[in-house]
T-cell receptor, first 117, second 109 residues
């Protein structure tokens, strides 16, 4: 079963509107979650690190005012794409790390396809 | 130099063939390495972790070469269902991970 759940899986929105994507860790607490963006035929690019109870850490080149991240609980992080434009159309995916004594394993949400028209 | 580099492929191989991918990384302090598989328009799924001594899982073998800073994935007896993009993942810091661009594999009937 899914360890990390992401919703919605697909969303179409009009240019200029905002879209919220949720990422939930199931059956475990994730103090840190990560948000990635993947354009067609490209790799996953880390956008930001979402920290529970504090501000997100954004990667260089990612606009923090455009991609709002909230990590209000240990099992939920949200990404809001504000004033979306067609160039924001992409596959957005979150991940959480399940920490173990020997190796940490990354689990991904199912991803969200955003289309801005 | 990219932090994690992979040959994008595609690697077109016949069923039953053995195929190997390499992935180089730039941070000598990296400690965690993984291979993920990503099917078209889906999220990546863990294929296997890569351990220092090398490890095998069925038809898949992963190895780490710290001196040359690369990891490898070997697939034996390729199946049609192995067709996918294989992503190399390397840690950066404690819990941040960097992905390679992925190597596309097509197994042909």
């Amino acid at each position: 079963g899914a360890v990390v759940s992401q919703h919605p899986s697909r969303v179409i929105c009009k240019s200029g509107t905002s879209v919220k994507i949720e990422c939930r860790s199931l059956d475990f607490q994730a103090t840190t979650m990560f948000w990635y963006r993947q354009f067609p035929k490209q790799s996953l690019m880390l956008m930001a690190t979402s920290n529970e109870g504090s501000k997100a850490t954004y990667e260089q080149g990612v606009e923090k005012d455009k991609f709002l991240i909230n990590h209000a609980s240990l099992t939920l992080s949200t990404l809001t794409v504000t004033s979306a434009h067609p160039e924001d159309s992409s596959f957005y995916i979150c991940s959480a790390t399940l920490r173990a004594s020997t190796v940490n394993t990354i689990y991904f949400g199912e991803g969200s396809w955003l289309t801005v028209v | 130099r990219k932090e994690v580099e992979q040959d994008p492929g595609p690697f077109n191989v016949p069923e039953g063939a053995t195929v190997a991918f390499n992935c180089t990384y730039s941070n000598s302090a990296s400690q965690s390495f993984f291979w993920y598989r990503q099917d078209c328009r889906k999220e990546p799924k863990l294929l296997m972790s890569v351990y220092s001594s090398g490890n095998e899982d069925g038809r898949f073998t992963a190895q780490l070469n710290r001196a040359s800073q690369y990891i490898s994935l070997l697939i034996r007896d390729s199946k049609l269902s192995d067709s996918a993009t294989y992503l190399c993942v390397v840690n950066k810091g404690t819990y941040k991970y960097i992905f390679g661009t992925g190597t596309r594999l097509k197994v042909l009937a």
